[in-house]
């Protein structure tokens, strides 16, 4: 059985395995050959270019196990017969321990006093803080539970937002009604049809005067002109692991907008995201080997 895999340390963990042979491709080198004959694909971390031709000749293809909670580059284009699965859970830790680090920086202005320190001056002043702070997390899935867990202890209000209410949390056709009580907006959706852009100028100006708009989903889910008119407005403050356009040009003036923090999609970059990568990869193999049900099969959007 032909595997591919995103790098020589998968194919460490699979390399007792009956029958398999691990070929690597990362995606910075040409296309490895027998793409036809791929059973298994796991891409890496970074979508390798021309996704869907790639797909169009793996008519072998039976399982694609991505190493990222989203798939929305795959799930248009899987070839009849081959079954998609997410990597769930794997980046939970990292993209909640982002999350708090960036509300924290935003809210307590680290950026601002790193500015200072390279001027050397000691420009004293009080901050905002998180205590007492009331935190709407959009997209309350496994990272959301990840971060309230790491949120426990900072005495603030956690409001649970997801696809359908649940007991204590709320669908996503309350949010109207929850903007304006929010200090801080963490944004963990996937990336479907349905929240493209669901954070446009008026998600936005729902939010409270000097809230915090918490990025760790997806670029294509911000109005990235809406946010720039708050930004420049001195309105809305915003942490954003993600953009759009991703990468940003150099010239992107949400670089010098005042108020945001950017980070170039490294929430989930971790060496805790490598190691439960590499368990979650060689775990859903011997599911697949035995023919046994797959983890976090897609069957729909998510």
């Not at 340390?9 to 390399?15: A, P, R, T, W």
Request: aromatic share 4%; proline share 8%.
């Amino acid at each position: 059985m032909r595997i591919w895999v995103p790098s020589h340390e998968v194919v460490d963990v699979l390399s007792d395995l009956p029958g398999v042979e691990c070929v690597v491709y990362d995606g910075r080198g040409p296309v490895p050959d027998g793409a036809d004959e791929v059973e298994v694909w796991v891409p890496p971390l970074v979508t390798v270019p021309d996704v869907p031709g790639l797909l169009a000749r793996m008519s072998s293809l039976r399982l694609l196990q991505t190493v990222t909670a989203g798939v929305e580059p795959y799930r248009p284009h899987m070839p009849e017969g081959a079954v998609l699965c997410n990597a769930r859970g794997v980046h939970d830790a990292g993209t909640a321990e982002w999350a708090v680090g960036a509300m924290l920086a935003v809210l307590r202005e680290f950026p601002g006093f790193v500015d200072a320190q390279r001027r050397g001056e000691w420009h004293y002043h009080h901050t905002g803080a998180l205590a007492d702070s009331t935190v709407l997390i959009v997209g309350y899935g496994s990272i959301g539970a990840a971060l309230e867990r790491r949120l426990d202890g900072f005495e603030v209000d956690v409001v649970r937002v997801a696809r359908s209410a649940r007991d204590d949390v709320h669908a996503m056709e309350e949010l109207p009604e929850l903007l304006p009580a929010a200090d801080v907006v963490v944004l963990l959706v996937p990336a479907t049809e349905a929240t493209s852009g669901m954070v446009d100028a008026a998600f936005l100006a729902g939010m409270k005067d000097g809230a915090v708009l918490v990025n760790a989903a997806r670029g294509g889910v911000v109005d990235t002109d809406a946010l720039l008119a708050e930004l420049k407005a001195g309105r809305l403050r915003a942490a954003l692991d993600v953009t759009a356009p991703e990468p940003l040009p150099a010239d992107h003036p949400l670089w010098s907008a005042p108020g945001v923090l950017i980070t170039p999609h490294v929430a989930g970059s971790t060496p805790a995201s490598v190691r439960r990568t590499l368990r979650l990869v060689r775990a859903q193999l011997l599911r697949y080997l035995a023919a046994e049900p797959l983890e976090n099969v897609i069957s729909d959007a998510y």
